[in-house]
């Protein structure tokens, strides 16, 4: 099993520079390719503090410059706000610009609140089916002159300029949870990525049963590989495990609020929330993230991704967003690096050597 970043910029106050947590991004990803990880992973979200990028190309095409050997995927574009010519010419620019080191990674996405701001009136379902028209137009478009006509997009012959540096273009994710995600994922021989947020190492099993029912289903195609991403913090001890749990808990509540999308939000930034309404999600509370999400010292955690790796996932996406001080952020990447990826190591070479 092979490692990974998924990190973005947040803001929880309006103190915060953009232009600190800008250099604070850089030096995550580039302690990550010092550190040997695979590749870092940048999404795409609008009007948001919680989560800033608004178009992952951009930090992608700038860490390029900084770093030589780590991949740089989007983790993930969402698939609705883009026109497949120009999700195709874009990632193919970065492509160049990256030296053939772009992965893109494609979603539906989930946030209402972007929904109803980019395309009012989009659902979850709506925006499955634009994925669905959209990922396979845009692997065309890498291949050559395609033409298109669609439920969502019409267009005459038309190619990705420029063409991407990797044969076939960039190598394509696709975010899936439900049974028919992971079909058509695998149906087409792309890459999956996963992750069961908050729900706990049942999901995990159950995100890898889906996955591979699809493989069974689709004996035809080479199977693809599988990334879980799940939001991890490697403590110092055991009472850096109680703290890193509180954290986590605060930032699931506002990862919760968002979703909910009915607190009013300034500037990007949502209304503070009281300890009353955090209290109204226990499903967040300390105790049940700490046993959920992979949260405690290197041992704990290297024995949680020894079984996560046992149940067949090719590569673990260690999701740094929290809410924690860039200090605390760090210290745990480089414990990651450090105390858990060397006990991987000798199955990471075997995997490169085959």
Same mark, same amino acid.
């Given at each position: 099993m092979k490692f990974s970043l998924f990190v973005h910029m947040e803001r929880l106050t309006p103190g915060q520079s953009h232009t600190e947590l800008f250099r604070e991004l850089e030096e995550l990803v580039c302690? $990550? /390719?010092?550190?040997?990880?695979? $590749? !870092?992973? *940048?999404? /795409?979200?609008?009007? #948001?503090?919680?989560? %800033?990028?608004?178009?992952? @190309? %951009? =930090? *992608?095409? &700038?860490?390029? !410059?900084?770093?030589s050997t780590i991949r740089l995927g989007t983790g993930t574009v969402i698939a609705p706000f883009w026109h497949p010519i120009k999700l195709a010419g874009e990632a193919a620019m970065t492509d160049v610009a990256t030296g053939g080191r772009l992965d893109l990674g494609i979603a539906r996405g989930a946030y209402s609140f972007e929904y109803e701001r980019l395309l009012p009136g989009l659902d979850a379902m709506g925006a499955g089916l634009r994925m669905r028209e959209l990922v396979p137009a845009v692997e065309k478009l890498f291949a050559g002159d395609y033409e298109h006509d669609g439920q969502f997009w019409k267009f005459p012959r038309t190619s990705?300029?420029?063409?991407?540096?990797?044969?076939?273009?960039?190598? *394509?994710w696709v975010a899936a949870r439900d049974p028919n995600s992971h079909e058509f994922a695998v149906a087409h021989g792309w890459n999956v990525q996963v992750t069961p947020l908050a729900a706990g190492d049942g999901e995990v099993g159950s995100l890898m049963e889906r996955f591979n029912a699809a493989c069974a289903n689709h004996p035809e195609r080479e199977r693809p590989r599988i990334m879980l991403l799940q939001h991890t913090y490697v403590a110092a001890d055991a009472a850096d495990t109680v703290r890193g749990a509180e954290e986590m808990s605060r930032f699931y509540c506002y990862f919760g609020a968002w979703f909910?999308? +009915?607190?009013? *939000?300034?500037?990007?930034?949502? /209304?503070?929330?009281?300890?009353? /309404? #955090?209290?109204?999600?226990? =499903? &967040?509370?300390?105790?049940?993230?700490r046993k959920a999400l992979v949260i405690g010292t290197a041992d704990e955690v290297v024995a949680r991704l020894k079984a996560y790796e046992a149940l067949g996932y090719d590569q673990y996406s260690l999701w740094i967003d929290s809410g924690m001080s860039f200090a605390r952020k760090k210290a745990s990447l480089? +414990? @990651? %690096?450090?105390?858990?990826?060397?006990? @991987?190591?000798?199955?990471?070479? =075997?995997?490169? $050597?085959?």
């Open positions: 302690l $990550a /390719e010092a550190g040997g990880m695979e $590749a !870092a992973w *940048i999404g /795409e979200h609008h009007g #948001m503090e919680f989560t %800033i990028s608004p178009n992952p @190309f %951009i =930090q *992608i095409a &700038y860490l390029a !410059a900084k770093t990705a300029v420029p063409k991407p540096v990797q044969a076939g273009g960039p190598p *394509i909910q999308n +009915r607190k009013p *939000i300034t500037e990007g930034l949502m /209304e503070e929330l009281s300890p009353e /309404e #955090m209290a109204a999600m226990p =499903q &967040y509370a300390p105790d049940a993230v480089t +414990r @990651f %690096i450090e105390q858990v990826m060397p006990h @991987f190591a000798a199955t990471t070479q =075997q995997a490169a $050597a085959e």
